[in-house]
């Protein structure tokens, strides 16, 4: 869950989703899922000349079992909250694995 989580925190931030088959997308974050179904507005496709199919789209929902990769900005990640969070997560599954 907390990719989840992390991920909401970036909902109006643009962002690219490189999806299985090879297609990169840039465009502003709408919404995202637990199964990081994602929506996205004001699209523009990264190779736009190997897929000029895709010009014509403006906003798209990619199911999360296609995307490969999510390239975010620097400047929209709190590595610090991030870490904090990692390690919280960690220690909760370590005492969980403790009482096993």
């Keep these: 869950m907390?990719?989840?989580?992390?991920f909401k925190t970036l909902v109006d931030h643009e962002?690219?989703?490189e999806l299985k088959n090879d297609i990169s997308i840039r465009g502003t974050l709408k919404?995202?899922?637990q199964f990081l179904n994602i929506k996205l507005d004001d699209i523009s496709v990264v190779?736009?000349?190997k897929y000029p199919h895709m010009s014509s789209?403006?906003?798209v929902f990619?199911?999360?079992s296609v995307v490969r990769y999510i390239h975010l900005p620097a400047a929209a990640v709190d590595?610090?909250?991030l870490e904090d969070a990692t390690r919280?997560?960690?220690a909760q599954a370590s005492a969980r694995a403790k009482q096993s």
């Design 47 to 49: 190779d736009e000349v």
């Design 31 to 33: 919404s995202v899922d």
């Design 2 to 6: 907390l990719f989840f989580s992390f």
């Design 62 to 64: 990619i199911r999360g």
């Design 57 to 59: 789209c403006k906003n």
């Design 79 to 81: 590595t610090a909250l």
């Design 88 to 90: 919280r997560e960690a």
């Design 15 to 17: 962002v690219t989703v």
